[in-house]
């Protein structure tokens, strides 16, 4: 066991998480992600003391949201959602008022629900100064159509951009960049519904993300860790990225049952197709399904609107079975995302059974937030160190863990837990130092 632990400090994925800044502590055979910074925008990074602006309207997309939240303060930058709040006709599903903007799948941003302001900022854009942001970020979904017409989205993007801010785009949020003549004559690439107009107006480019000076702009959602991984090298040209690929020939089966948190499923799948892993999403039956609407239908759906199959990234990038259809040997790690995907399994019971199995055959087991709750009950837990949401507390020490709130992320043996949401990104350096180590 020494050995193992000795060679999960001294990889490239350990190397990688220590020069965010935060605290990675061993004691004895457990290693854990701690201090003030866990869940925190990170002291060190290609975008410290960069302020980064990520203009929105209604219907924008929720991945991507939750992509940006999670990471641009990893790299160490400043996020700022910019609300395009004021264009009502556009709405398309129920609005309320006092949450800005809504996304295509129902997410809120002051702040995301689940997150807290720890890691991003909301405010209204016409009470924000385009002199104040180092970059400019245009996210995509449907909300690029409604902000194109909008001479306010236009006056901002022009301003930064003369200002020298880095202006970027995902997907359809490139629309607002081809009417304001942002990517004129520049190399980029696009989604489909603005790839036929940037042959005409741009030097376009069918790849994942193009970087033309100040001008970043990527294919679509999928393709979103890429993007911000292009920003930081656009701040510091000596950025390199080393967890690009570094999961290759790794499997992850992530469980996704009904009411699972959407942020802890959305953006792991994203980081795990980026950092190579092949992806397996497993659904099983839920005792209750708090939507009535998907009774019947084959449609797993998240606590804030996602759904599994994933409505922003193509099933060609992962694979979806059934729980009771997979076996042991066509993984090598499983995920429990939180929110009440963990009491459904607990309640179906044959997911308990599928833990215990897995664990018997020396997978590893990873979880966050409310994830613990079904590895305690599956009596899995006893001499763990565990990090998860406090609601997991009395299941972890009740069976024999030992809970502690302090922790961002805990690598104990063959388990890998996580605190909550705003620390997505430790508890995946932490997954990824795992399986590597193995």
Known sequence: ??????????????????????????????????????????????LAGKKIACVVASEF????????????????????????????YKFTRPN??????????????????????TKHGCKKLV????????????????SGDIMVTESKVMGFLKAARANGAIIGGIGAGIMPMIRCGVVEGKACTGSAVVAY???????????????????????DTVDTPAFVRALCKAF????????????????????AGEDFEDIELAVPVMEYLYRGAQVTLATFPAPVRARPPLVGLDVVQGNFGMSVPLQEIPESYYDIKKLSEVS????????????????????????????????????????????????????????KKVAG????QDSVNIMGGEYNGAWAAVIDGKHVSGRTPPEIPEFLDAITVALLGN
């Open 389 to 392: 949401w406090q609601a997991s």
């Open 197 to 219: 107009m940037l042959k005409k107006v741009a030097d376009f480019q069918d790849g994942p993300v193009v970087v033309d000076g100040k001008v970043i702009t990527a294919r």
């Open 236 to 255: 510091d040209p000596e950025f390199e990225d080393k967890l690009k690929g570094i999961l290759a020939g790794k499997r992850m089966l992530v469980i």
């Open 96 to 117: 309320i008022k006092s949450k800005g903007v809504i996304g295509m799948w129902g997410l809120s941003l002051d702040p995301i629900p689940v997150m807290g302001p």
């Open 1 to 46: 066991m020494e050995n193992v632990v000795s060679k999960m400090l001294t990889g490239a994925a350990m190397e990688a998480a220590k020069q965010t800044g935060i605290d990675i502590v061993q004691d004895g055979s457990v290693i854990f992600w701690q201090g003030r910074y866990g869940g925190q925008v990170k002291p060190r990074g290609p």
């Open 328 to 383: 042991l040997d066509e993984f090598d790690a499983l995920q429990i995302p939180g929110a009440f995907c963990p009491y459904n399994m607990v309640e179906a019971g044959t997911p308990l059974e599928f833990l215990k199995q897995a664990d018997a055959a020396g997978k590893i087991l990873t979880y966050i937030c409310h994830g613990a709750i079904p590895v305690a009950a599956a009596d899995l837990v006893q001499g």
């Open 127 to 142: 009470d924000a100064d385009p002199q104040d942001y180092q970059a400019v970020v245009v996210l995509g979904g449907h």
């Open 61 to 88: 997309s929720d991945f991507q949201a939750y992509y940006l939240a999670s990471y641009i303060g990893e790299f160490g930058g400043d996020l700022e959602f910019l609300c395009v709040d004021w264009v009502t």
